[in-house]
């Protein structure tokens, strides 16, 4: 019996977070990939033989050029305004870290990036949230990656390590 369909590599960034957790786990299911690449700031505590896991500071990203290579990446990359307060360092996470990203795989040949960002990002707004993820929406866009996916989820509610009284609300 031949296999038609290929085996597929994945890169995700964010996977200790909510949703990049659970797309590991969807990966590692998923017959079709069979190598997984995390790049975090802390290790996932997954052990399978699919993974391949680089603690890494993420705003060093493009150091890691060479191991940055697969079918598809995929950025879960968020931080909140309770978890980052300073301006500065916030835009650094939700802006530069994805753009990094698309850039690499611009430079990499990787055609396709799937990039989370939040319903109303708009590079014109008011307000800094939707205008970070709006300004990073156009810089990854910019990247003309052949198949670029930007999602816009509402709010992303979930079993998570940190409390969002908030998001409860």
């Known amino acids: 019996v031949v296999s038609l369909t290929m085996s597929k590599s994945a890169i995700i960034l964010g996977a200790t977070g909510l949703t990049g957790s659970l797309l590991l786990e969807q990966l590692i299911a998923d017959e079709g990939f069979s190598r997984i690449i995390l790049?975090?700031?802390?290790?996932?505590?997954?052990?399978?033989?699919?993974?391949?896991?680089?603690?890494?500071?993420?705003?060093?990203?493009?150091?890691?050029?060479?191991?940055?290579?697969?079918d598809v990446v995929f950025c879960c990359i968020g931080t909140t305004k309770k978890k980052t307060p300073d301006q500065s360092l916030y835009?650094?996470?939700?802006f530069g870290i994805p753009v990094t990203a698309a850039k690499l795989c611009q430079e990499n040949g990787i055609d396709t990036f799937m990039v989370i960002s939040a319903m109303g990002a708009n590079k014109?707004?008011?307000?800094?949230?939707?205008?970070?993820?709006?300004?990073?929406?156009?810089?990854v866009l910019a990247q003309q990656i052949t198949n670029t996916y930007v999602l816009r989820p509402a709010l992303i509610t979930g079993d998570?390590?940190?409390?969002?009284?908030?998001?409860?609300?």
């Open 91 to 94: 835009r650094q996470i939700d």
């Open 160 to 169: 998570r390590s940190e409390k969002r009284a908030g998001e409860k609300f």
């Open 39 to 70: 790049f975090s700031r802390s290790t996932a505590k997954v052990n399978h033989p699919k993974l391949e896991e680089y603690i890494i500071d993420l705003f060093e990203l493009e150091q890691h050029k060479e191991r940055f290579n697969a």
């Open 124 to 139: 014109n707004s008011s307000i800094f949230y939707n205008r970070t993820k709006g300004e990073m929406e156009e810089e």
